[in-house]
């Protein structure tokens, strides 16, 4: 066989990232999951959980800082985020994935060592035990999702060094995109408050439905697209460059569906 | 090949269940997942937490009530020894170990679902949030081990219906002992804070090297062995006759030492 017969043999992957208080209040996050669930073939979902580590925090009296929309994770925050996004956001959308019969597995980088990463240098801002990914060992993951098994990843790596670290829920899903587009055909998937990119942002029903460099680059000029929805569309293509079939931006409730703004190069 | 040759084949298992404020503090931790990382070949570790999620359910203002050495776990509880079990300790201990090359897992019961609980009956306590243990899917533990990874396991179940339940680590390393003897040559070993089941409670060296039944039955009618060390030693014995191997009664800085007190039928 060539590789242009085992590229189409791929098997499809979708890799679905959902933060915010979607993943964080039971109702909403039992629709999500429902909604998962009815995704076909092989997927992988990633979770954020940052207003209950906010929240957490507030209870505990350790103050919240954000640079840069990053929060800053000193060693008692690093606790705080261990015990929320590892434990109480994690193992819910685990027990309730299978009660649903998703055979879900929750994961952090320092489970089987499947994502590494190395404390962010401090240059203009000390963001403290956040870490910038290093490593994914994709086999792990290939492994069991070959099985049928669904991985649910935490926002949180490790250094390999015996530290865990804060890392960002989208970064997580673009890096374990990336690795994982060796051995599947990746759908990479982020759910935002609207429907996808809009094209009117007065009208939610103006969704771009597809969204290419050259489109993305005439939309920027024409100030259509613009602030911070740049610089994420911006990763989103490195995803692409970096061998991720698609990138879908859609709101949570239409994960199932074929919709929202779709990123091919 | 008859069975005889078939069992006298099997690999062995180590079961580690550690407790109490070793897993809980950083240096006698480090300490002991070493000592652990030295136990040749398969191994599980099963770990505590309770002093930690003491200490933040009173962080959090929520009183922590015992009853017959149980936690009674409301839905705030349920929360925290999530957080705690689940997250915290853990996870710290997943990194930790692989920083020293051990290819460590963390896993609850609803993680692959591998272990399945019933929330405890109300008769004359009411738990709460407390399982009973009813399905251990032995297979997912084998195919994990087999593989040369070490599933750290957390005391929190589920029920398969979208709840975790809080269960004491004895009780998970009992049952994960009893369903991976058909598969392992098991040795289960509990750590205490005795170096072993002393013969007199005054002498910290008196540790009985050997318990049988027979010798345990004697031991209770002479008052050697009292108190809330019967129905302990008993459950080892239940574990015995359920197929476990070995029980071994150490004290945790002894674990990857031929010492303590072996327990056999």
């Given amino acids: 066989m060539n590789s242009v017969v085992k590229l189409n043999s791929m098997e499809k992957?979708?890799?679905?990232?959902?933060?915010?208080?979607?993943?964080?209040?039971?109702?909403?996050?039992?629709?999500?999951?429902?909604?998962?669930?009815?995704i076909k073939g092989n997927k992988v979902l990633v979770h954020g959980g940052g207003r209950s580590a906010t929240a957490l925090a507030s209870k505990l009296g350790i103050e919240s800082e954000m640079v840069n929309g990053r929060r800053i994770t000193n060693a008692e925050m690093l606790k705080v985020v261990t015990m929320v996004y590892g434990g109480l956001v994690n193992k819910q959308i685990v027990a309730e994935l299978q009660a649903i019969h998703v055979n879900a597995l929750g994961l952090?980088?320092?489970?089987?060592?499947?994502?590494?990463?190395?404390?962010?240098?401090?240059?203009?801002?000390?963001?403290?035990?956040?870490?910038?990914?290093?490593?994914?060992?994709?086999?792990?993951?290939?492994?069991?999702?070959?099985?049928?098994?669904?991985?649910?990843?935490?926002?949180?790596?490790?250094?390999?060094?015996g530290n865990l670290l804060n890392t960002n829920a989208d970064t997580i899903a673009s890096e374990a995109a990336k690795?994982?587009?060796?051995?599947?055909?990746?759908?990479?998937?982020?759910?935002?408050?609207?429907?996808?990119?809009?094209?009117?942002?007065?009208?939610?029903?103006?969704?771009?439905?597809?969204l290419t460099q050259d489109l993305f680059d005439k939309y920027i000029l024409d100030g259509i697209v613009k602030g911070g929805m740049i610089p994420k569309l911006e990763n989103?293509?490195?995803?692409?460059?970096?061998?991720?079939?698609?990138?879908?931006?859609?709101?949570?409730?239409?994960?199932?569906?074929?919709?929202?703004?779709k990123m091919m190069l």
Same sequence: chains 1, 2.
């Fill in 108 to 161: 952090t980088g320092a489970d089987l060592n499947y994502m590494r990463s190395e404390k962010r240098p401090v240059l203009d801002v000390d963001y403290g035990y956040v870490g910038d990914v290093k490593e994914v060992n994709a086999e792990i993951l290939v492994d069991l999702i070959s099985k049928g098994v669904v991985p649910v990843l935490a926002p949180l790596t490790h250094d390999n060094n």
């Fill in 13 to 38: 992957l979708t890799i679905v990232k959902v933060g915010g208080k979607i993943v964080e209040e039971s109702i909403s996050l039992k629709k999500l999951l429902s909604d998962f669930s009815k």
């Fill in 179 to 210: 690795a994982l587009s060796g051995f599947f055909e990746v759908t990479l998937m982020y759910c935002f408050e609207k429907k996808g990119v809009l094209l009117n942002e007065n009208d939610d029903d103006s969704v771009i439905e597809f």
């Fill in 236 to 261: 989103s293509f490195e995803a692409l460059k970096a061998g991720v079939k698609q990138v879908v931006i859609t709101r949570s409730d239409q994960i199932h569906l074929d919709a929202g703004t």
